[in-house]
């Protein structure tokens, strides 16, 4: 056998033992940090979209005229949507970041991404691809063990569904 051919080999020190174990280092991730992240981080985002549409402790006028003229969505009055919106981005990030029922938070917001995807920013599709991942995360494993909706469904027998041991 040559060198080249050894090193490729199923030798601990070849490339193909060091695969491996960097997959075996990967597969240890935790799924409840996963959740966590993706959980955190999707709040972050629609959380710091809802403060820019806040003047204290009400719907600025330039978010309500930004839905009128930029956001333009159908159906929806601008001055109605942007008060839904403002109210979502703010209710469903703290939903997420608590793990209280997450998986509907995370649905909510998944909407809401569709819906900016769909009618607002077309083009942003991958931006909007990568909040949808995270999201999907959460709606389709769960928050992790490292949430309210965890702690209430092993108090709560029926409540497990909401999580995944």
């Known amino acids: 056998m040559t ?6 080999s199923d030798h601990p020190h070849g490339i193909a033992g060091l ?6 280092g990967m597969d240890r991730i935790p799924q409840d940090a996963i959740a966590l992240a993706a959980r955190v981080f999707a709040a972050a985002i629609f959380w710091q979209s809802g403060q820019t549409k806040l003047e204290g402790w009400r719907v600025s006028d330039s978010a309500i005229e930004l839905f009128r003229e930029e956001y333009r969505l159908p159906l929806l009055d601008p001055v ?3 008060h839904l919106a403002t109210l979502g981005e703010h209710l469903f990030p703290l939903l997420l970041v608590f793990g209280l ?15 900016i995807q769909i009618f607002v920013y077309p083009d942003a599709w991958p931006t909007h691809g990568i909040w949808a991942v995270a999201l999907l995360v959460v709606v389709a494993r ?4 490292l ?11 029926a409540l497990r569904p909401l999580t995944r041991e």
């Open 80 to 82: 109605l949507a942007a």
């Open 101 to 115: 029922a997450s998986r509907f938070a995370a649905l909510a917001l998944l909407g809401m991404t569709a819906v």
């Open 142 to 145: 769960g928050p992790g063990r």
């Open 147 to 157: 949430s309210a909706d965890h702690l209430l469904a092993r108090r709560m027998p």
């Open 3 to 8: 060198r080249s051919t050894s090193f490729l």
């Open 19 to 24: 695969l491996r174990r960097l997959i075996a």
